[in-house]
């Protein structure tokens, strides 16, 4: 009889997200206003979708499994070394070679509950041990609790999203540089950074390349390509050689490189993305503050919308779902209480708003 | 200090195929004529390029992690069941995920030694233990020794692509159905069928789904999506559910599967790109012959030639290479006196004949 190796057959079956396509093949939709998942409604650059088209012929060539022209234009930005940067198909890739890496089997990874889910559902299929710590009731990373637990715990490796996903709040540079000095001396820090490119780079603490911190970034959001997959590490010159030697090393799309390199070409979409995207925030604040609701206050392309209760905020994803809108919420205490909207553009947005106020107005009917 | 967990920290430093644009960087040349890495010089279909460009302005969402459209589509294609389909970042990204499900460390793998490369950096770099078998002189796969190998060395996985490569043979229906009922009960067949689309359907076993085999194909091949990073197994409903298990569920491009749905629907184009190729062998049979030289028959996208000696094999890539043809060459013996050619368009094949004749020339002139 053939079984899996006895450490994955214990693995237990997770999916970290639903795909709206399933949720559509289920309710039997052929559209949904997609807020759900923190893409960008403003597409990719146009540079970007003329630099794919063009190659598109190419598609039977392997990309470059160094990406190297990509990383060269990556090392230029945020001035490090070629040699400090290895890309992945997207971050969910490159944390998954970090957690392999890093955590032996048995050994602890530690995060925020209800933090982003992928990182745990890697730590799980690498035979790794879960510690969580909760976030405050604000919605912000308890960093200094993260950090004893950290210790207590003998984490090997500590998440931290900043931005944080699923709550927008933002640790400022001071924090984060504290947080990571307070870490034990053989933890690696993994700085998901996903949603950095909607703060700016000088709210971020620099390159300051160690063995100790693997930070992350990704085309899928102001750039828009998240259906591209592609993603990358600023770490060490010895971490990427880990990861070189685990790697897929042609898992990235050849044309997702092409794209990723003209959208760093193109700041100004990326600005003009940026702009948009603090409009769809206020929007969000606005239509809560209408309806009653509270909001946290987000530095992503998200908001988390207060629904008073896990119930009702469970209640309002499904009723948006029955309307054609899309969202996700939080799925753990203290934030399963709130809604999570992704930036649209002002027709997804005024969808949204319509279909919330309609839910809202039916609650108090009833 | 940190360091990587201990089993990746013994993971030796490997890089299974150098890219062509590495070469490329270390020459100076701005092209070289693509004839290494068994990739189709007939490009994509046109009609997955049409359907690709039409979908690039949307490549801000997330592709289905299910893949459902596409596996739908297979599983009429093959005969089976969408739950016995897993999608994956091409051969590589699937063959990782049966590489970690089912040999746990210290766990034997086996394979034909000088085969597929991949493999045996997945079975390294999942700490497992390679055992190998030599091919046959012909550049057959020794399927009786590699059986007989796969109970002296109790295997949990024994590789064996069909049609081969690097060799290009290929093992008939019978011989191959054979060969999986003499192997170990408990051992699982790793069948890679990446160029299985040169030859006949019909040549091949029949889908028979089991837990004892995972059957892999790809549109790398002769549907030219190489660059594309997309590829599937076919296995039993439970290995698929393990996969899902640790697979990276959002790791597939979204237009490589609008591409890879888009061809399967162009079977003219896909028949094309074999008659092609099978008058790209004969071409290079023939340049063989005339230098006097001899070749391994094949039934895929490439062909091997007999340089007669590893050193003169070597010395005859490198010699390519400086006038700008690259090629690749079989790394262990018996196939270590081969160089390697895939299949060109005719300008292609010409350039490779003209090169190759004038360094037979330049030999006989020494």
Same mark, same amino acid.
């Given at each position: 009889?053939?079984?899996?190796?006895?450490?994955?057959?214990?693995?237990?079956?997770?999916?970290?997200?639903?795909?709206?396509?399933?949720?559509?093949?289920?309710?039997?939709?052929?559209?949904?206003?997609?807020? &759900?998942?923190?893409?960008?409604?403003?597409?990719?650059?146009?540079?970007?979708?003329?630099?794919?088209?063009?190659?598109?012929?190419?598609?039977?060539?392997? &990309?470059?499994?160094?990406?190297?022209?990509?990383?060269?234009?990556?090392?230029?930005?945020?001035?490090?070394?070629?040699?400090?940067?290895?890309?992945?198909?997207?971050?969910?890739?490159?944390?998954?070679?970090?957690?392999?890496?890093?955590?032996?089997?048995?050994?602890?990874?530690?995060?925020?509950?209800?933090?982003?889910?992928?990182?745990?559902?890697?730590?799980? &299929?690498?035979?790794?041990?879960?510690?969580?710590?909760?976030?405050?009731?604000?919605?912000?990373?308890?960093?200094?609790?993260?950090?004893?637990?950290?210790?207590?715990?003998?984490? =090997?490796?500590?998440?931290?999203?900043?931005?944080?996903?699923?709550?927008?709040?933002?640790?400022?540079?001071?924090?984060?540089?504290?947080?990571?000095?307070?870490?034990?001396?053989?933890?690696?820090?993994?700085?998901?950074?996903?949603?950095?490119?909607?703060?700016?780079?000088?709210?971020?603490?620099?390159?300051?390349?160690?063995?100790?911190?693997?930070?992350?970034?990704?085309?899928? =959001?102001?750039?828009?390509?998240?259906?591209?997959?592609?993603?990358?590490?600023?770490?060490?010159?010895?971490?990427?050689?880990?990861?070189?030697?685990?790697?897929?090393?042609?898992?990235?799309?050849?044309?997702?490189?092409?794209?990723?390199?003209?959208?760093?070409?193109?700041?100004?979409?990326?600005?003009?993305?940026?702009?948009?995207?603090?409009?769809?925030?206020?929007?969000?604040?606005?239509?809560?503050?209408?309806?009653?609701?509270?909001?946290?206050?987000?530095?992503?392309?998200?908001?988390?919308?207060?629904? &008073?209760?896990?119930?009702?905020?469970?209640?309002?994803? =499904?009723?948006?779902?029955?309307?054609?809108?899309?969202?996700? =919420?939080?799925?753990?205490?203290?934030?399963?209480?709130?809604?999570?909207?992704?930036?649209?553009?002002?027709?997804?947005?005024?969808?949204?708003?319509?279909?919330?106020?309609?839910?809202?107005?039916?609650?108090?009917?009833?």
């Amino acid at each position: 009889m053939i079984r899996p190796a006895p450490n994955i057959d214990a693995v237990p079956a997770s999916t970290p997200f639903v795909g709206p396509e399933q949720l559509m093949r289920e309710s039997g939709r052929s559209e949904l206003v997609r807020l &759900g998942a923190n893409e960008s409604a403003f597409g990719p650059s146009p540079k970007a979708v003329a630099a794919m088209s063009a190659e598109l012929e190419r598609l039977s060539w392997y &990309g470059d499994p160094e990406s190297y022209d990509l990383r060269e234009a990556l090392a230029a930005k945020h001035g490090c070394r070629t040699e400090e940067l290895v890309v992945g198909a997207g971050i969910d890739d490159v944390m998954g070679l970090a957690v392999r890496a890093f955590v032996e089997p048995g050994a602890t990874a530690i995060t925020t509950r209800g933090s982003y889910p992928t990182f745990d559902y890697h730590v799980r &299929g690498h035979s790794g041990h879960l510690a969580v710590v909760p976030y405050r009731d604000d919605g912000t990373v308890d960093l200094d609790a993260l950090a004893e637990a950290a210790h207590r715990e003998r984490a =090997k490796i500590v998440y931290l999203a900043n931005p944080d996903n699923p709550s927008g709040t933002f640790a400022t540079r001071g924090e984060v540089e504290r947080f990571a000095a307070a870490l034990p001396d053989d933890a690696l820090l993994f700085l998901d950074e996903a949603y950095a490119d909607f703060v700016d780079e000088g709210e971020l603490p620099p390159p300051g390349i160690s063995d100790a911190v693997v930070r992350t970034r990704t085309f899928s =959001k102001a750039y828009g390509m998240a259906g591209a997959r592609i993603g990358y590490a600023i770490a060490s010159q010895s971490n990427v050689q880990t990861f070189g030697k685990i790697r897929l090393q042609y898992g990235v799309n050849r044309n997702a490189q092409v794209g990723a390199l003209a959208s760093l070409a193109d700041e100004t979409f990326r600005e003009r993305v940026v702009r948009e995207t603090a409009d769809a925030r206020e929007d969000y604040y606005a239509i809560a503050s209408e309806l009653g609701m509270g909001h946290i206050r987000s530095r992503t392309n998200f908001v988390c919308i207060d629904a &008073g209760s896990a119930q009702r905020a469970n209640r309002i994803v =499904k009723e948006l779902l029955a309307r054609g809108v899309w969202i996700r =919420k939080p799925g753990a205490p203290p934030l399963d209480r709130y809604v999570r909207v992704s930036a649209g553009t002002p027709p997804m947005r005024r969808a949204f708003a319509d279909a919330l106020r309609e839910i809202v107005a039916s609650e108090a009917a009833a």
